[in-house]
């Protein structure tokens, strides 16, 4: 199908485009009030993402409210644990917490594979979303990274030191491969999967990327995130692929050597310097603190305008440098897609 808006699509391949585009990591969630209203129809947040058209209704919300340039499949990264055979629970306001966590050998091998068809739920969202788009934006599919997926495996819930799954790199580092290993496998499937159901670019999230030392993050990260890069590369050659290794400021120059089209930038790295790093063949994405928008309209304009002179308009994707917060001002979150449009 031919996309009306292609800008997207454009800037990951480095082709000529009029203005940046512009998508929101987490633009779907509580900073609308149209979300809100369809979260309350249903018990919790899984029953929301397994049900195919509720998950499809608010992919597409940001798109007809906020305008932006993409939309996001409504999922979780942690969609994978469960189909590996993990399930989570999301706690309100607090986060997901997993019953059964990893330990050790044992539990690596009893996990299992994921292939496609346990996530069919997702891959009937893809569908239904690209048909009702109908070409107006692309849809962004997306899995968690190898070592993000382990850090939650492996403590059961967020933190901000993920210290059992740091300590689990050192005192278990075999099992660490191996179970890295097997996400990496089923992080493929799932791709692919993505990617036949109608996902028009991929993005794998590393959040927790920057709480690695660079060695660390080069045997325990880096390499499987290379290493499905690759894959999918050969796979669907047309299917521009981002990586975000949140607080990673070292690995940007190692993605540049990788199949990643778009590297994603947060708030604390230098765009000039994050250029340079990453080469001429890669685009850059990002990278405002989402804490901006908590500021009055002007601030919100300056900033934002600042942010755009400092990428330049070739090979650039505008968005924050993390998710949105759930307490944004949705009026100023469409001020700043529109800032970056060039309508106000
Ligand atoms: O309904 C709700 O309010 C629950 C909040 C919520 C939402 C809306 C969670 C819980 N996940 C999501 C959806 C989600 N998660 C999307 C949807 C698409 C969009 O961006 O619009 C995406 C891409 C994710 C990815 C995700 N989940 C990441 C990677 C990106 C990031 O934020 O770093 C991570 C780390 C998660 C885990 C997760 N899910 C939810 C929470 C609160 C968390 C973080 C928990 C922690 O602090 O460790």
Known sequence: ???????????????????????????????????????????????????????????????????????????????????????????????????????????????????????????????IVKKELNGRVPLIGFAGAPWTILAYMVEGHGSKTFSEARKFLYTCPDSAHRLLGKIAKSTVNYLKSQVDAGADILQLFDSWAGILSPAQYASFAFPYLRDIGKEMKLYSPSTPLTVFAKGAFFSVKDFGQTDYDVIGLDWNMDIGGSRVLAGKNKTLQGNMDPALLYADYETIRKETRKMLEAFGKERYIANLGHGLYPDTDKDKVKFFVDVIKGEV
């Open 1 to 127: 199908m031919i996309l009306k808006n292609n800008l997207l699509l454009e800037a990951a391949r480095g082709g000529p485009v009029n203005r940046p585009p512009v998508w929101l990591m987490r633009q779907a969630g509580r900073v609308l009030p149209e979300y809100r209203a369809v979260r309350k129809k249903v018990k919790n947040f899984r029953e929301l993402v397994t049900t195919p058209e509720l998950a499809a209704e608010v992919t597409i919300q940001p798109v007809d409210i906020l305008g932006v340039d993409a939309a996001i499949i409504f999922s979780d990264i942690l969609v994978i644990p469960e189909a590996m055979g993990l399930p989570y629970e999301m706690i309100e306001e607090k986060g997901p917490v997993f019953r059964k966590t990893v330990r050790g050998e044992e539990d690596i091998e009893k996990l299992e594979i994921a292939a496609g068809d346990n996530l069919r739920y997702v891959t009937d969202a893809i569908r």
